[in-house]
């Protein structure tokens, strides 16, 4: 590999972070809380970063993907793949190297991904200096 091909990889991997870190903002300004980003880089097969975030109802729930799809849209970036949308419960819009998860609060702590992930390094992204790293209660 090339210090090019180095940074390139480098310079993706910040976008793919820093995406992952607006979506959470993102959720967090559209009324979800416990809002977590996970570093699951090395841990899981399939993507970088998960975030779970818990919504108030299964119409914000709706609106936080939407939201989220049309956000990412405006920067080019479409989502590989959504489930649940038309749920009660859970819900998750994926765009392969950052994936949401929005759940009511009964289906965060029934699926508990919290501490099925919970060898993930948490991710600094409400802007405080502190990670956020609250789990559901």
Avoid at 15 to 43: K, M, P, S, W
Wanted: glycine content about 6%; hydrophobic content about 40%.
């Amino acid at each position: 590999m090339t210090q090019s091909d180095n940074r390139q990889s480098a310079d993706a991997e910040q976008q793919t972070r820093e995406f992952a870190i607006e979506a959470a903002r993102l959720a967090a300004n559209t009324r979800c809380h416990n809002v977590v980003v996970l570093d699951v880089r090395g841990i899981s097969p399939v993507t970088d970063y998960m975030i779970l975030a818990t919504g108030t109802s299964p119409r914000q729930m709706r609106a936080v993907c939407d939201d989220l799809a049309e956000w990412a849209q405006e920067r080019g970036v479409r989502p590989f793949h959504s489930d649940g949308l038309e749920s009660e419960s859970w819900m998750l819009i994926d765009f392969v190297d950052v994936v949401m998860h929005v759940f009511n609060q009964e289906a965060r702590l029934f699926y508990d991904l919290d501490s099925l992930w919970g060898d993930a390094k948490p991710v600094e992204w409400n802007g405080t200096g502190q990670q956020s790293t609250a789990r559901p209660s």
